[in-house]
């Protein structure tokens, strides 16, 4: 059995880990980190996790976290990480880092968007964990990126069109929606039921963070410049994501070409399901799961391509896709621990 420790367990994506880590049969969890729960069983701080999951959160400690596990995920705010990470690869650790530190190999690109950088040598080093994309890369890798929950929605349905040069590089936008989980357990008047309830609105417009991890993952698959418009959205629901792309065709284009190239991308991975055409993408058939959702449609009328895509923000946009990535890593099944069926309603 492969250990595994969770730093920041009690936060929303650090929970989803443990729950689902909890259940993957070729690993064991052994350390659990938390700084606000430090002393608390898990399972008092998440009562759903009573008889499954009884550890004991611990203060964080490089060694005794290094000691007792293998591989070690993060799931703390960013700035955090790329102080512990180069102390936790010394000891010949692989790590999957949830936060935003790793997952750009331009330092400028980064500090543009967040904090200067206090680990730049290994940025060279990180492999961004888009898990149907760069599967060869994340299975050699000793530390990952994991991909915003955002980005992993709007790279996915786009990614292998923009290979396939159908699309005009300058016409892309995102008009995305999330629930109120991906902001975090942390408080925030912005995230206070009163304020989001019966409540659906824009916010950080054309200013999001996750732009420019769009823009360089994009900009490296289409092999030049690419930025993307991209506007999220608050949705009154707790998870769930939906992303609405919009793109003018490069060159005369059919249907027929885009299912062909969507399933030609996807046809052999697991958790991408291209949706037919009469039943577009819906964030409650994907709840709970590791799926992505793909489906689109050609609006002749204006020449214009429209791409839909469904994902559940706390799994396959943050730590159901951090476990995929371990599975890759391990040389295990990718779908290990990530099986559990969707529920129907």
Known sequence: MTRIGVVGATGYAGAELVRILGGHPNVELT??????????????????????????????????????????????????PMRYVPQILKRDKKVIDLSADFRFNDVSRYESAYQPHTSKELLGKTVYGLSEIYFNEIKSSSLIGNPGCYPTSVLLPLIPLLRSKYLDLKTLIADSKSGVSGAGRSLSMASHFCE?????????????????????????????????????????????????????????????????????????????RLCPPDRP?????????????????????????????????????????????????????????????????
Do not use: W
């Open 31 to 80: 350390i659990l980190t938390s700084r606000q729960f430090a002393g608390c069983r898990f399972d008092q701080v998440y009562p759903a996790m009573a008889g499954r999951i009884d550890l004991i959160c611990e203060e964080l400690s490089i060694d005794r976290l290094c000691d007792r596990a293998d591989i070690i995920f993060l799931a703390l705010p960013h700035k955090l």
């Open 196 to 272: 989001v309830h019966e409540s659906f609105k824009p916010y950080k417009v054309a200013a999001h963070r996750h732009n420019p991890e769009m823009d360089a993952v994009l900009s490296r698959e289409a092999g030049q410049p690419v930025n993307i418009t991209f506007v999220p959205h608050l949705v009154p629901m707790t998870r769930g994501m939906l992303t609405t792309l919009y793109a003018n065709p490069a060159s005369a284009i059919r249907a027929e070409d885009l299912h062909d190239c969507l399933t030609g991308a996807y046809s052999d991975k697991p958790f991408v």
């Open 281 to 345: 993408p819906d964030t409650s058939h994907v709840r709970g799961t590791n799926y992505c959702d793909i489906g689109f449609t050609i609006d002749s009328r204006n020449n214009r391509v429209i791409l839909i895509s469904a994902i559940d923000n706390l799994v396959k946009g943050a730590a159901g896709q951090a476990v995929q990535n371990m599975n890759i890593m391990l040389g295990l099944d990718e779908t290990a621990g990530l099986g559990n069926m969707p529920f129907p309603l």
